[in-house]
């Protein structure tokens, strides 16, 4: 089985000026290239582009 055909769903968790956000994000890119894209995109504070401290990925599930 090609590793591009196992898609991974990412739970995944933020706070944003006080409020918390829970979401998901279903990737077939390889794990470390999905957690690497999601603490790019989600994770990283806009203004010091460093990675939140808040931010957390709840929980990692192949999906079919």
């Given at each position: 089985m090609?590793?591009?055909d196992t898609k991974r769903k990412y739970t995944y968790q933020?706070?944003?000026?006080?409020?918390?956000?829970?979401?998901y994000y279903i990737?077939?890119?390889p794990q470390d290239m999905a957690i690497a894209?999601?603490?790019r995109t989600w994770g990283t504070?806009?203004?010091?582009k460093q990675?939140?401290?808040d931010f957390k990925i709840l929980s990692i599930e192949v999906v079919k």
């Open positions: 090609n590793t591009l933020r706070t944003v000026e006080g409020a918390t956000y829970t979401n990737s077939s890119l894209h999601l603490q504070c806009a203004w010091t990675l939140r401290p």
